[in-house]
C-alpha cells in the first residue's frame, strides 16, 4: 500500500505509520500538510495515517471537519506516546528553537530556561536550525530522534505531560470492516451530521447508546458551518457493526440523524495499532 502521513521525515505521524502492518512494508509517503495527506487517500495514496486525538490537546479539528465533507472510513488505530528532549551544541544556551505545538506541550520547561522561543513549522527544522547554527543554541526535539554526535542532551524528558500520547487513524475510501471475533476489544466511530435540529436532538442520541449499553469512548462537537447552534458529533464508542447491539443502536439513531459511518475496527494499545 501506498500511505500518505505528515512530514517531514522524524514526525510522530511518520512513526505512526511505520507501525500499521510493518510486516507489510507499506510505502510511505511524507506530505507537508494534514489536508494534501487526506486529499491523497484514493489518489496518488490507498490511505492516510493522520492524528486524531492527542491526550493533553484533544482532537485534532481540520480531520474531523474533513471527515464531515468526504465519506472516509477507518480501517484502525495507532497510539503512540509523545516525548520531548533538549538538545544543545553548549550547556548554556542563548536561544532555542521549537515547533511551535511542541512549544505549548513543553511550556513549562521553555518558560523555566528563561531563553528567546524560535517557533518553526516542524520538529525537523528545529534540530535543522540547531546543527546549522555557530551561536549557542538548544531545540526541542522529539525523543525518538537520536541525539547527533556534535550535540548534547540537556534534559531527556520535557513534556509538561509525561504520558502525553497521540492517537493516529489510517484512514482509506474503502470500507471493508474487518470480521468479528470475540478474542479483540472493537472499537467504532460515526459522525452525527445536524440536519434535523430540534430539542433535545443530543440526549435523544446518546440515549440510545445508553439503550443498547454501549460504552462511549469520546464525543466531540464541530460546528456545522451554517449558522450558531447547529453542530456535528463525532462519536467513538466500543463495539463492532456485526454485533446486535450496535446495529439496534445505528438503525434506531438513523430516524434521528444523518449518520456518516466511519467503520469498526482494532482498538489500539500504546506503541501499536
Same mark, same amino acid.
Given at each position: 500500500?501506498?500511505?500518505?502521513?505528515?512530514?517531514?521525515?522524524?514526525?510522530?505521524?511518520?512513526?505512526?505509520?511505520?507501525?500499521?502492518?510493518?510486516?507489510?512494508?507499506?510505502?510511505?509517503?511524507?506530505?507537508?500538510?494534514?489536508?494534501?495527506?487526506?486529499?491523497?487517500?484514493?489518489?496518488?495514496?490507498?490511505?492516510?495515517?493522520?492524528?486524531?486525538?492527542?491526550? =493533553? !490537546?484533544?482532537?485534532?479539528?481540520? &480531520? $474531523?471537519?474533513?471527515? +464531515?465533507?468526504? @465519506?472516509?472510513?477507518? #480501517?484502525?488505530?495507532?497510539?503512540?506516546?509523545?516525548?520531548?528532549?533538549?538538545?544543545?551544541?553548549?550547556?548554556?544556551?542563548?536561544?532555542?528553537?521549537?515547533?511551535?505545538?511542541?512549544?505549548?506541550?513543553?511550556?513549562?520547561?521553555?518558560?523555566?530556561?528563561?531563553?528567546?522561543?524560535?517557533?518553526?513549522?516542524?520538529?525537523?527544522?528545529?534540530?535543522?536550525?540547531?546543527?546549522? =547554527? !555557530?551561536?549557542?543554541?538548544?531545540? &526541542? $526535539?522529539?525523543?525518538? +530522534?537520536?541525539? @547527533?554526535?556534535?550535540? #548534547?542532551?540537556?534534559?531527556?524528558?520535557?513534556?509538561?505531560?509525561?504520558?502525553?500520547?497521540?492517537?493516529?487513524?489510517?484512514?482509506?475510501?474503502?470500507?471493508?470492516?474487518?470480521?468479528?471475533?470475540?478474542?479483540?476489544?472493537?472499537?467504532?466511530?460515526?459522525?452525527?451530521?445536524?440536519?434535523?435540529?430540534?430539542?433535545?436532538?443530543?440526549?435523544?442520541?446518546?440515549?440510545?447508546?445508553?439503550?443498547?449499553?454501549?460504552?462511549?469512548?469520546?464525543?466531540?462537537?464541530?460546528?456545522?458551518?451554517?449558522?450558531?447552534?447547529?453542530?456535528?458529533?463525532?462519536?467513538?464508542?466500543?463495539?463492532?457493526?456485526?454485533?446486535?447491539?450496535?446495529?439496534?443502536?445505528?438503525?434506531?439513531?438513523?430516524?434521528?440523524?444523518?449518520?456518516?459511518?466511519?467503520?469498526?475496527?482494532?482498538?489500539?494499545?500504546?506503541?501499536?495499532?
Amino acid at each position: 500500500m501506498r500511505i500518505a502521513t505528515l512530514g517531514p521525515a522524524g514526525t510522530f505521524s511518520e512513526v505512526a505509520a511505520g507501525l500499521y502492518q510493518p510486516e507489510k512494508q507499506h510505502q510511505i509517503q511524507l506530505l507537508d500538510s494534514l489536508v494534501s495527506c487526506l486529499d491523497a487517500i484514493g489518489n496518488d495514496c490507498d490511505a492516510a495515517v493522520v492524528p486524531i486525538e492527542n491526550l =493533553t !490537546e484533544g482532537f485534532v479539528s481540520p &480531520v $474531523v471537519d474533513y471527515l +464531515v465533507q468526504r @465519506p472516509l472510513h477507518i #480501517q484502525a488505530e495507532i497510539r503512540i506516546p509523545v516525548g520531548f528532549q533538549c538538545l544543545a551544541n553548549s550547556a548554556q544556551p542563548q536561544q532555542i528553537w521549537a515547533q511551535f505545538v511542541a512549544a505549548g506541550q513543553c511550556n513549562q520547561y521553555l518558560n523555566g530556561l528563561g531563553l528567546p522561543v524560535i517557533h518553526t513549522a516542524s520538529n525537523a527544522l528545529s534540530l535543522d536550525a540547531l546543527l546549522a =547554527t !555557530e551561536k549557542p543554541s538548544a531545540a &526541542v $526535539v522529539p525523543k525518538h +530522534v537520536s541525539c @547527533p554526535a556534535s550535540l #548534547q542532551i540537556l534534559n531527556s524528558n520535557i513534556a509538561d505531560n509525561p504520558r502525553n500520547e497521540t492517537r493516529f487513524v489510517v484512514l482509506s475510501a474503502t470500507s471493508e470492516t474487518p470480521e468479528f471475533d470475540k478474542s479483540t476489544h472493537w472499537k467504532s466511530s460515526l459522525l452525527l451530521i445536524d440536519d434535523n435540529d430540534h430539542p433535545g436532538l443530543l440526549v435523544d442520541s446518546l440515549q440510545v447508546f445508553a439503550k443498547q449499553q454501549i460504552n462511549l469512548t469520546s464525543i466531540v462537537s464541530r460546528p456545522a458551518g451554517s449558522q450558531f447552534g447547529d453542530y456535528h458529533f463525532f462519536i467513538d464508542f466500543d463495539g463492532h457493526l456485526s454485533e446486535p447491539g450496535i446495529a439496534a443502536a445505528l438503525q434506531e439513531l438513523a430516524k434521528m440523524n444523518n449518520i456518516h459511518w466511519l467503520g469498526s475496527y482494532p482498538a489500539a494499545a500504546i506503541g501499536n495499532q
